[in-house]
């Protein structure tokens, strides 16, 4: 009996195929995740509404400690009657955007995965949990790290002054670095799929490695709060880490080195 060839007919029949889709069916399948999506962000903010108080009690500590140790008074201040209400309804879709952030991953992830072969959709699960603790981790090295750090610098640099910071302008500050880090540490996850789509392979990647390194220095240079080099350089430190890390991860996922293995394990 003559042995099948991986190129054999028989063999490239039970190849599974990608499912066809129509551009109809891709918008209503669009539609379908996002209403979810909506909902379920509805669902969080709900029940992280009654909780609004105690979540900012653990947003305001940075800046706390960082007049405390300035001697100034411990406290902030709004000019606007409506300003506490506002803030507590943005703290409460911010804390329900995050509650509800497993759902609507998993609702992206059902929205790609008809075009993905079968033996790829089993990334589901790290995919789901690698994207919430890389966004996890990024928001806590900007809470424990960065946000200390630079307002620490900041309060420090004009105690000469009187200061009077709004609820308002420290929650926009509080959330552009913890959400911005938390958008920078997802760096590997987007790199995965683009190497897993072939777009970009790790030895693009390596060989525009200086080019990376200027370009994230240049990045941390205008999301960082302070002018100063060193809270630069600790903005700029872990996206070189995880743009290594994702050089690494494109390796593993782009087809070419898929399909080198699957040669090996079948030779």
């Known amino acids: 009996m003559p042995e099948l060839s ?51 009690a653990i947003m305001q500590r940075p800046i706390m400690d960082a ?6 008074s411990a406290k902030l201040v709004y000019v606007n009657p409506v300003e506490p209400f506002n803030l507590y309804l943005k703290v409460g879709m911010m804390a329900g955007l995050f509650v509800a952030s497993p759902f609507v991953l998993y609702q992206i992830w059902c929205f790609i995965s008809p075009g993905l072969y079968r033996n790829e959709k089993r990334y589901v699960m790290p995919f789901m949990a690698s994207t919430i603790a890389l966004f996890l981790s990024g928001g806590y090295f900007g809470y424990k790290v960065v946000l200390p750090q630079a ?22 500050l509080f ?5 911005g880090l938390g958008v920078i540490f997802e760096m590997p996850i987007v790199i995965f799929f683009l190497a897993l789509m072939g777009i970009v392979s790790a030895g ?52 070419k080195q898929r399909k080198k293995r699957a040669e090996k394990k079948d030779s």
């Open 6 to 56: 991986a190129s054999s007919p028989l063999n490239e029949s039970t190849k599974e195929q990608m499912p066809a889709m129509g551009f109809l069916d891709h918008l209503e399948e669009l539609r379908k995740r996002i209403v979810y999506s909506i909902i379920a962000l509805v669902v969080g903010f709900f029940a992280c509404w009654g909780y609004a108080g105690n979540i900012y």
């Open 67 to 72: 007049l405390q140790r300035n001697g100034l």
């Open 151 to 172: 307002l620490v610098f900041l309060i420090g640099y004009g105690k000469d002054f009187q200061p009077m910071i709004t609820l308002s302008e420290y929650s926009s």
């Open 175 to 179: 959330l552009t670095i913890i959400v």
């Open 204 to 255: 693009w990647m390596w060989r525009n490695i200086r080019y990376a390194v200027l370009g994230i220095f240049v990045v941390a240079a205008i999301i960082t709060p302070t002018p100063d080099i060193l809270n630069m350089c600790i903005f700029a430190a872990p996206m070189v880490a995880l743009y290594i890390l994702s050089t690494g991860i494109a390796w593993l996922v782009h087809p």
